[in-house]
């Protein structure tokens, strides 16, 4: 099968399979909805036959209550059907959302760079709103497209056969109409999905955009990027609004067709009065839920997409099952040579590293830029997948730990601090939801950052981001990651340049942090290029082109770098 197909059948499918734990009750309310649709055509059939032919006025006065107790039936089955599917699509979001969150937050460190955190989200609205819309339920009520010839053929033969050739004739416009909006819907996804890529973009950029002049040159390729997304949404919305209007209009036809079919038999003495009537408005009937599909091919094809899109992504990222929790470790970290390379890429950037330390000590890591530090803290933190090798704390490796629970044992300050929408306390607390303000507190004493935030306008409840919220200097962002990471006493403090923002007030208080953590037992790996984080570490590891190039006892190593360490000053002069 052609895979353009094959892809919109299984996106369809895979769609259809959220409406699986409501199919039976609606599968009944659409047997009921239209079996009630032939009250009119009967209605219609023994009013010309019978009423008009006996002048009876209390039966036509029994008919006309009887086909408006089924018209309001047929409307409540309606509303209640498409409350069930209002339901199951609300449902099917919850437990899609609840994943691409996982999926979202995972596929930067286990897949690559995501192009944009907002089409996925886009995609789930698109799966949502065709669930939730007319068109699973215009695909449920296509089988009724046979009861209703049938009804027809008893009829007579001759109509059922016309309106059968009409249903073919819209199979037909059907299969064109996919051949000819395929093409345009994918087109106008991957169009869709650059715009907001690049919508991310500018947004990250904006201020390096306006001071270096560049915006004008961005806007270009933005205005590109819209004028295309445009034609091909018009290209797609032209080719099934086209479908649609040639639908119905065909619908239409028949029915006067179908009309005039039955009024040749009813010259011919074949066929009654009612039975005119009464087979033109079936006809039509038996013509609407093919409309309807055929009015529902932009959304089903641009949904389809949009759920291979999604599962594909899904696919990617397996579920995790957590392990089964270990103690807390509090004894040692192992590398065991590990190689690593940035997610998504080929290129290998830490090159079969080993080392060991034990609960108390503290390493430095230098070397030059793009030596492949950063990449050695992510996978000592299990920020990155590894390659080959192990990391292990207290003899377990990472992936024997549940995530969750290990992060508690885990401090990490990343080289490029982002901070999230909510309050200091809540950022620095990790949004542990019942939160000691005790242990918020001292992490911020630990990381000396406790003035700073009581002298800001609400101290610790200072809301980061968000409509109204405040900001913070890279500075102050610095000292609040590092409380962060020094929240709830962890094990492993991993520091990837924490002081690359920081005055001398600030360098002391992370220089006495690092003793402290070391004081109480905790393990301290440390990257930086200032002297700063050779104070109170153990050892140091000289890091070249991804290797490790020296690793040795401070002393002797800062020996070897021919580093005259400056006389420490008046607050760490305790700790040496
Ligand atoms: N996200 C990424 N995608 C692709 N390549 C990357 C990524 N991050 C790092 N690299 C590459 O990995 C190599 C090591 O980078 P890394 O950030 O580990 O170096 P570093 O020693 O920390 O540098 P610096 O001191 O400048 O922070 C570099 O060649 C860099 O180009």
């Known amino acids: 099968m052609d895979p353009a197909r094959e892809n919109l059948f299984a996106g369809v499918r895979g ?26 055509s009967f209605f219609m059939l023994l009013v010309y036959d019978d009423v008009l032919a006996s002048r009876s006025g209390a039966t036509l006065a029994g008919l006309l209550l009887m086909v408006t107790v089924a018209y309001i039936f047929q409307g409540a089955i309606d509303v209640i059907r498409s409350r069930v ?74 109509l059922g056969l016309a309106t059968l050739a009409g249903v073919l004739v819209m199979i037909v416009l059907m299969v064109l109409g996919d051949r000819q909006t395929r093409g345009p ?51 797609l919305a032209g080719a099934a609004g086209r479908m649609q209007v040639i639908g119905k209009a065909f619908r239409l036809f028949l029915q006067s067709f179908v009309l005039a079919v039955g009024a040749f038999l009813v010259i011919d003495g074949d066929a009654t009065g009612g039975v005119i009537i009464a087979g033109s408005i079936l006809s039509a009937r038996a013509l609407m839920p093919v409309e309807q599909t055929i009015g529902q091919w932009k959304p089903m094809t641009e949904a389809s997409q949009a759920w291979r899109r999604l599962t594909g992504l899904l696919e990617h990222i397996p579920l995790r099952e957590a392990p089964m929790p270990l103690p807390r470790p509090k004894a040692s970290l192992e590398v065991q040579g590990v190689v690593c390379a940035p997610p998504g890429r080929q290129k290998v950037t830490v090159a079969n590293v080993s080392f060991r330390l034990s609960a108390g000590e503290a390493l430095a890591v230098i070397g030059h830029s793009g030596s492949g530090k950063s990449t050695l803290m992510r996978a000592v933190t299990g920020a990155w ?10 003899g377990a490796s990472l992936e024997q730990w549940d995530p969750v629970l290990l992060g508690r044992d885990i401090g990490y300050v990343p080289q490029a601090i982002e901070l999230f929408d909510g309050t200091l306390a809540q950022n620095i607390a ?40 405040g900001g913070l200097s890279a500075g102050q962002k610095q000292r609040i990651a590092l409380a962060r990471a020094l929240y709830g006493n962890p094990f492993l403090i991993v520091l990837d340049e924490p002081n690359s923002n920081l005055d001398a007030a600030g360098e002391d208080a992370l220089v006495e942090a690092v003793r402290a953590a070391k004081q109480r037992g905790a393990i ?53």
């Open 524 to 576: 301290v790996v440390i990257v930086g290029h200032r002297p700063t984080v050779f104070a109170h570490v153990d050892h140091i590891m000289i890091m070249a082109d991804g290797q490790l190039m020296q690793m040795g006892e401070r002393t002797e190593m800062l020996k070897r770098i021919n580093f005259n360490p400056a006389p420490p000053s008046p607050s760490t002069q305790s700790a040496e």
């Open 385 to 394: 997948p590894l390659l080959r090798g192990a990391v292990r704390l207290d």
């Open 185 to 235: 819907a994918l087109q106008a996804a991957a169009v869709t999905a650059a715009r907001f890529t690049m919508a991310e973009d500018v947004r990250r950029n904006g201020e390096v955009l306006r001071v270096l002049g560049m915006g004008g040159r961005r806007r270009s390729s933005w205005d590109a990027i819209s004028l295309s997304l445009i034609s091909s949404h018009d290209e």
């Open 85 to 158: 599917m209002l339901h199951t699509g609300a449902q099917a979001d919850r437990r899609l959302c609840d994943r691409l969150y996982d999926v979202i937050s995972r596929h930067e460190q286990e897949v690559g760079p995501l192009p944009s955190g907002a089409a996925p989200v886009r995609d789930l609205d698109l799966v949502r709103g065709y669930i939730t819309g007319a068109g699973p339920l215009a695909l449920l009520d296509l089988p009724y497209v046979l009861m209703f010839l049938l009804i027809l053929t008893l009829f007579h033969w001759v």
């Open 15 to 40: 769609m259809l399979q959220a409406v699986l734990p409501v199919l039976w009750p609606i599968l009944a309310f659409s047997a009921v909805f239209n079996i009630l649709l032939l009250s009119g």
């Open 430 to 469: 990790r949004f542990e939801a019942e939160a000691d303000p005790e242990a918020i507190i001292a992490a911020a004493r630990a990381a000396d950052v406790h003035d700073m935030i009581v002298a800001l306008p609400g101290g610790y409840e200072y809301v980061l981001g968000g409509p109204g919220g």
